[in-house]
Nanobody, 127 residues
């Protein structure tokens, strides 16, 4: 599967932005898909994931974004979205989507859990 991330941009603190991860090649519903982000000088960190359809499409979030971000999947468009509200300066980063067909019982919050990656999209929040 090939992943294409899009939708990044610049927004003021308190604003909203939605980033998209569109897949080609195979149905994204067969994959657990996650968003990670990486700020300059920092390691890539988990943001949110949505399990494959066979795993009831359950979602999970990092504590830092819980209540502000929402991950969802549109199977018809073969796209996973990350709706980001109440953005903060510290949300500034390059956002990457990753996907895996593997079914792991653990939380799947490590970058190593994911095999396929999109190219990243920049999100900049100004204070």
């Amino acid at each position: 599967v090939q992943l294409q991330a899009s939708g990044g941009g610049s927004v003021q603190a308190g604003g909203s932005l939605t980033v998209s991860c569109t897949a080609s090649g195979r149905a994204l519903s067969r994959y657990t898909t996650a968003w990670f982000r990486q700020a300059p000088g920092k390691e890539r960190e988990f943001v949110a994931n949505i399990r494959r359809s066979l795993s009831s499409s359950t979602t999970a979030y990092a504590d830092s974004v819980k209540g502000r971000f929402t991950i969802s999947r549109d199977n018809a468009k073969n796209t996973v979205y990350l709706q980001m509200n109440s953005l903060k300066f510290e949300d500034t980063a390059v956002y990457y989507c990753g996907a895996t067909e593997r079914h792991l019982l653990g939380p799947m919050r490590r970058a190593d859990d994911y095999y396929y990656w999109g190219q990243g999209t920049q999100v900049t929040v100004s204070s």
